[in-house]
């Protein structure tokens, strides 16, 4: 699960990050507001939306004066932005961040994930800060230094001098380092992060380190452990389909192909993907309806695919084990009989009760075209979809 910039700061300044202070504001009204409690001159108004890159999209300003904050907090609060992380609609602006101003020395780059080979928290860090740390990799690999931590022992000064000696740091700089590395790992930890971000993290003048962004992603498995964390969620910044999926306990992502996806499993569900693609078309998603589905389950299912007005076909594809495929070919009727049948629509059912389930789909009286295998079934879908007879 995502939050916006302002509700990760202030998840980390419960640990003693630092930061500078700022105000979210959903008015204009309440930007002036935040703007007359910062010291300025210097105040900074940023866009909060799920995405990166928000500067580029000017989605970022840097106002000298109040006139100032009230010109951007007019330009950027409703605005669609657009930047490198978000599709070509961009994301409708309805909060901002009215921060201020820092004198900045130098800036850096500071990350922490799971790291999935070694089964521990990794930092990834580089003095290459307030740039995409993609380009960085791809260009100047060399500037880019990871370090994990073992869950055994925790955060130790060693962490702190491996930080330090990573961005060059020295001194009481040095010290800052090893002290943030100890914070940002104790909020990681104890929230069930997944990623936190901070770029740049900045030296100031007067040589303090400043988390000047900040990026938080959250393990959704573990929100039932963080009741303040979950009550966090904006859900207008989410896809509405997946919404729905999750409300039925369906595993869903959009994707931007135009060949709906229903299969059970995900080494199944990917295969379909990559299948779709050898025969030249693309998934509009990923959906998995599991092992235990219901008729109802599959209707939902079914709903939400088509639903989705990028969606030119449809590839419901079953290996019956602890799925029937006669309560997959049930749910799939009953979909299509209550939201109607608009583009073309492959079904291959193999498995438990597959007799059954075939037997429904052929007495149904509907347009679907049935198949043997999955080959039989891409082949036969990109090609409904394609106009090829």
């Known amino acids: 699960m995502n939050i916006h910039e302002h509700q990760a700061k202030a998840v980390l300044r419960e640990f003693g990050a630092p930061l500078v202070e700022g105000y979210p504001a959903f008015t204009i009204e309440e930007a002036m507001a935040a703007a007359k409690k910062l010291p300025g001159p210097i105040r900074v108004v940023k866009a909060q939306i799920h995405a990166g890159g928000r500067g580029k999209g000017g989605g970022v ?26 599709d070509a609609a961009g994301k409708k602006v309805s909060r901002i961040f009215i921060e201020a101003g820092a004198d900045i020395a130098d800036e850096f780059y500071l990350s922490m994930l799971v790291d999935r080979a070694s089964s521990r928290v990794a930092f990834v860090v580089s003095t290459e800060g307030g740039m995409d740390i993609e380009a960085v990799a ?8 990871t370090f994990d931590v073992d869950p055994a022992t925790g955060i130790m000064p060693h962490h702190g001098r491996a ?23 104790k909020a990681f930890v104890t929230k069930d992060m997944s990623l936190l971000e901070i770029n740049p993290l900045v030296l100031t003048g007067a040589g303090d380190l400043v988390c000047l962004d900040a990026k938080v992603s959250f393990d959704e498995n573990a929100l039932y452990r963080h009741p303040d964390i979950a009550a966090l969620r904006d ?67 079914f709903k939400i695919i088509t639903s989705d007005p990028n969606v030119k076909g449809i590839l419901v594809n079953i290996f019956g084990g602890i799925m029937r495929c006669d309560v997959i070919a049930e749910g799939v009727i009953a ?12 079904v291959r059912l193999e498995g438990t009760n597959v007799k059954r389930g075939k037997e429904i789909i052929e007495t149904s009286g509907l347009d679907v075209i049935s198949a043997d295998d999955l ?6 879908i990109v090609a409904a979809v394609k106009g090829v007879k």
Not at 375 to 380: E, I, R, V
């Open 61 to 86: 300003k840097i106002a000298k004066s109040l006139e100032e904050v009230e010109t951007y907090a007019n330009e950027i609060l409703g605005m669609q932005l657009i930047t490198p992380q978000t």
């Open 138 to 145: 791809e260009e100047t690999p060399e500037k880019i230094h």
């Open 163 to 185: 930080l330090a000696r990573a961005l060059n740091l020295t001194g009481a700089a040095a010290k800052q380092a090893g002290k943030l590395a100890g914070i940002l790992y």
């Open 235 to 301: 859900e207008t910044e989410e896809d509405p389909k997946e919404l729905e999926a999750g409300k039925h306990d369906l595993s869903y992502i959009a994707l931007d192909g135009e060949i709906g996806c229903m299969v059970n499993g995900a080494g199944l569900a990917m295969s379909t993907m990559d299948i779709i693609k050898l025969y030249g078309s693309s998934p509009a998603n990923f959906l998995d309806v599991g092992g235990g589905a219901t008729k109802e389950k599959v209707t939902a299912a």
């Open 335 to 346: 979909a299509v009989k209550e939201v109607g049948l608009q583009v073309p629509l492959v």
């Open 375 to 380: 080959d039989d079934a891409a082949q036969k």
